[in-house]
């Protein structure tokens, strides 16, 4: 059974740092793209980062870039997604997706999603 499951979101103040993981079960995730995605309460799910199969192509929302690091570790079936300087409007629940072995934005290029985390940036 292809699974992925997020983990390592919570609560935390303007300013700080979160590094969320998204491992996967079932299935090698170096054979896909990756995708990590959010959504806030009443908004649609937007796409944050992605990453290429091969881990060579990246690309961000303009309202991360800078300061969210996507990356890979095939050796833990694992992807990351570095969160520095936590804005409030980052509060969302986050969401990782694998499909294909491109790396796109759009939500509807993936079939695999993982159950999500909260994150919550708030003083």
């Known amino acids: 059974q292809l699974q992925l499951v997020e983990s390592g979101g919570g609560l935390v103040q303007p300013g700080g740092s979160l590094r969320l993981s998204c491992a996967a079960s079932g299935f090698t995730l170096d054979y896909y793209g990756i995708g990590w995605f959010r959504q806030a309460p009443g908004k649609e799910r937007e796409g944050v980062s992605c990453?290429?199969?091969?881990?060579?192509?990246?690309n961000y929302a303009d309202s991360v870039k800078g300061r969210f690091t996507v990356s890979r570790d095939n050796a833990k079936n694992t992807v990351y997604l570095q969160m520095n300087s936590l804005k409030p409007e980052d509060t969302a629940v986050y969401y990782c997706?694998?499909?294909?072995?491109?790396?796109?934005?759009?939500?509807?290029?993936?079939?695999?999603w993982g159950p999500g985390t909260q994150v919550t940036v708030s003083s």
């Open positions: 990453m290429s199969r091969s881990g060579g192509y990246t």
């Open positions: 997706a694998a499909d294909s072995g491109f790396c796109v934005m759009s939500p509807g290029s993936y079939d695999y």
